[in-house]
């Protein structure tokens, strides 16, 4: 039975660790990390996610604010939010809610953050340097994807990983940090042919198709790592119940195959929104002077 990659339990310790880090260095600063959410439109799983955000930065010490833009804002008035939080000294971050409703331009509002601020690592030159290896803003779900297989002993050096899907939000940059950290990495995407023979060669999988319950059984090796960031909701089955989560894999078929699995809800979610709150305050110490590493503070296991 695989061992379970605990996003919950890693995140929480993070919080703690960013919550003391936050009172340290308050003494010195003028106030506290801020974060600004941009979010365009109603879309409701989007509400759900931006709330999330908001209540991890209250309980850290990070003063988060929402800008909410009416689903027929036009790209001019986002745009105009963003430059005045490029010049806001209180803002220390900013992300812009994904997805962006049509006919909004996704890329040119992304561009347009200021890239000391862009703590969804998403703008260009932050791009450019993941791919360098230079430090900088990595893209949230990845960096915490990276901390949790660290945390969960993962020898990486020489491993051989499939990402499933190739986006610059998660598989694009994924892979870019596996063969950093030595693996030999496969990217497969809608276009690829016999998925199913890909994965069986593959010692970690990490599945962001956003195809729920794409991976089964039948297409993993024993043993193998398995990470999925697959989100989709699935609606209560009956009057009073809550909803809940799933992702790509189907959990309780490759549970007992894999070596580790992440769950999901309490998988890659929690360390998502971890990263973010860890760039929040690396983008809040370097504008005061400080230095911006790459990685996760190290954490006791
Ligand atoms: P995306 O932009 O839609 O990209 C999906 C990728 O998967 C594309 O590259 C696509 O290939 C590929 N793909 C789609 N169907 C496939 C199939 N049948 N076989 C192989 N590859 C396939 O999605 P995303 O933003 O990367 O997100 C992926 C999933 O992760 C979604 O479920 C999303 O909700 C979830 N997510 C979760 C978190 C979290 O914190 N847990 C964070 C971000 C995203 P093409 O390029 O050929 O189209």
Redesign the pocket.
């Given at each position: 039975m695989a061992k379970r990659l605990d996003g919950r339990l890693l995140a929480a310790r993070h919080e703690a660790s960013l919550r003391a880090s936050i009172a340290q260095h308050l003494a010195t600063a003028d106030d506290p990390p801020g974060l600004a959410v941009v979010r365009i439109g109603d879309d409701p799983a989007s509400g759900v996610y931006v709330r999330n955000k908001a209540q991890a930065c209250g309980r850290v010490g990070i003063e988060s604010r929402i800008i909410h833009h009416p689903a027929t804002a036009s790209q001019q008035e986002v745009l105009e939010s963003i430059h005045q939080l490029n010049g806001n000294p209180s803002c220390d971050g900013i992300l812009v809610q994904l997805p962006i409703p049509p006919p909004l331009d996704a890329r040119q509002l992304l561009l347009a953050v200021d890239p000391a601020k862009d703590v969804d690592g998403l703008h260009p030159l932050n791009l450019g340097r993941l791919v360098r290896g230079e430090p900088g803003l990595r893209s949230c779900?990845p960096a915490g994807i990276m901390a949790l297989l660290a945390h969960g002993g993962i020898a990486l050096d020489g491993m051989r990983a499939l990402v499933?899907?190739?986006?610059i939000?998660?598989?694009q940059p994924m892979a870019i940090l596996l063969q950093q950290a030595n693996a030999t990495v496969t990217v497969?995407?809608?276009?690829?042919r016999d998925?199913a023979h890909h994965c069986r060669q593959a010692e970690l999988l990490v599945v962001?198709?956003?195809?729920p319950g794409?991976v089964g059984a039948d297409w993993v090796r024993p043993g193998v790592v398995v990470v999925d960031?697959?989100?989709?909701r699935v609606p209560p089955q009956r009057q009073g119940e809550q909803g809940t989560l799933r992702g790509?894999v189907c959990f309780e078929a490759v549970e007992p195959l894999a070596s580790h699995v992440t769950p999901v809800p309490g998988g890659?979610?929690p360390m998502?929104v971890a990263m973010l709150l860890w760039n929040t305050v690396q983008a809040w110490r370097l504008r005061r002077g400080g230095v911006v590493g790459t990685d996760l503070a190290p954490l006791p296991r």
């Open positions: 779900t499933i899907g190739r986006s939000l998660v598989g497969a995407h809608s276009r690829t998925l962001a198709a956003g195809k794409l960031v697959g989100m989709h790509d890659v979610g998502t």
